[in-house]
């Protein structure tokens, strides 16, 4: 995405990873290094910062150096997250008292409580800026709930979740929020077993993440949406509006502005 963005015209991007043991860290900084290169190669400008999104100070420290950097925070990507293998060892078929609890808790503080405090530290700037995007990354819907995919799926949903809340609670401020699917299993260095060398390419949710990262989804707020169904036959706001899905939670009962939420889709 950090590339796809800079080819897209972004004119500065931060990209990010949490620290690890030593044996893994020069493979990090040598992936950062590698992103940074393609991203000036495609015409752009970043910077790496090191930080753990469970962490507010390390959040906070990344907005604030994103700022620094090029004047201004306008979108933000909530892309980490942790699989469920860290929670089960890649054992699907465990117990919900077999996962490791250590495991259990680090994965959630990554995938729930990070998007939260990333939110929280990086909000703030742009609503005073009076515009912004918030995308945070999920998954398919149907697979939310398989047990193979406990606690990750179930991680997820609660992001759908705060999705939601947080569009309603900045609706009409221009800071719009919304989740991006990529549609099923990405090939990534991260996949494992059979999935590897599977899934989808990465790039797949580039064109409707930038998209979402422009002003031509002004308005746009409390949707979901599934990277794979981006047609590059149609104009870029007739293929996102072909990636759109309804939310996975019901119509709430209290009245809501949030009416394209819900609103069924053309497919």
Not at 33 to 61: F, H, P, S, W, Y
Not at 159 to 177: K, N, Q, R, Y
Not at 184 to 210: E, H, S, Y
């Amino acid at each position: 995405m950090a590339i796809g963005f800079a080819a897209a015209g972004a004119a500065g991007i931060t990209i990010t990873a949490v620290s690890a043991s030593d044996e893994h860290q020069a493979e990090i900084e040598a992936e950062l290094n590698e992103t940074l290169g393609a991203i000036e190669q495609a015409g752009g400008k970043g910077i790496a910062l090191i930080g753990n999104v469970a962490d507010e100070a390390d959040c906070q420290r990344v907005v604030a150096g994103t700022i620094e950097a090029f004047g201004a925070l306008h979108v933000l990507v909530n892309n980490a997250g942790m699989a469920g293998r860290y929670a089960h060892g890649g054992d699907g078929d465990l117990k919900l008292y077999e996962l490791d609890p250590k495991g259990l808790r680090e994965m959630i503080e990554t995938n729930v409580l990070g998007p939260y405090l990333m939110g929280w530290a990086a909000s703030r700037p742009m609503l005073e800026a009076g515009w912004g995007r918030i995308i945070n990354i999920s998954k398919r819907t149907d697979s939310m709930h398989r047990k193979a995919l406990t606690p990750y799926g179930p991680s997820k949903a609660a992001l759908e979740a705060a999705t939601i809340a947080w569009a309603e609670s900045m609706f009409d401020t221009g800071v719009t929020v919304n989740t991006l699917s990529p549609g099923g299993l990405v090939n990534t260095k991260f996949a494992w077993g059979d999935i590897r060398g599977r899934g989808l390419d990465p790039t797949i949710i580039v064109p409707m993440a930038v998209w979402l990262a422009s002003p031509s989804s002004d308005g746009i707020t409390g949707c979901r949406y599934a990277a794979d169904f981006w047609d590059d036959t149609l104009s870029p706001d007739e293929a996102a509006e072909r990636c759109r899905e309804q939310a996975i939670f019901p119509k709430p009962a209290h009245e809501t502005p949030l009416t394209k939420t819900w609103e069924e889709t053309s497919r």
